[in-house]
């Protein structure tokens, strides 16, 4: 996707300190605390990001409202997608990833804590994520270039 935009790419789960890692491949959930110093290097890194690019993808998991809003801090130009699907979909999906930390049974908490973006955050675009991978991309690509 980011080829085809011709944009920066960066996965969020990069800059995760190691004590995160090591707390969610035990299959232990974050917590709030935990998080912080993870949300302030995405807000950096946004920051950095769109200095230097007209696009910039970066993926991560921003749950909460308060995580989105210390995202938007110093970023006015930050958007979000909302890869939005139902617990069996993502499960589904998580158990065919290889080689990654998050095991499937966190799923439960990440429901737990995700607060759907409101009416109010006008800057989160949503791509229903219930179809072929292929169709993810194609309509995530169309809602950026839409959103733009």
């Given amino acids: 996707m980011a080829h085809q935009l011709h944009a920066a790419f960066l996965d969020g789960d990069f800059l995760h300190p190691r004590c995160n890692i090591e707390k969610m491949a035990s299959g232990e959930p974050l ?3 935990d998080r912080k110093p993870w949300l302030q290097a995405l807000n950096d890194a946004a920051f950095a990001m769109q200095r230097t690019n007209k696009v910039s993808l970066i993926v991560c998991s921003a749950l909460k409202k308060h ?5 938007r ?10 890869l939005k699907g139902d617990f069996d979909v993502i499960e ?4 065919a990833r290889k ?7 966190m799923l ?11 009416a109010d955050e006008t ?26």
């Fill in 108 to 118: 439960v908490t990440q429901f737990e804590t995700l607060q759907e973006p409101g």
């Fill in 123 to 148: 800057d989160v675009l949503v791509v229903d994520i219930d179809q072929p991978l292929e169709g993810v991309v194609a309509s995530t690509i169309e809602v950026i270039k839409k959103g733009k």
């Fill in 73 to 82: 801090e110093g970023n006015p130009n930050l958007s979000f997608i909302y």
């Fill in 31 to 33: 917590n709030d605390d």
């Fill in 92 to 95: 589904s999906r998580l158990k």
């Fill in 67 to 71: 995580y989105r809003d210390l995202l």
């Fill in 99 to 105: 080689g990654h930390f998050f095991k499937t049974q």
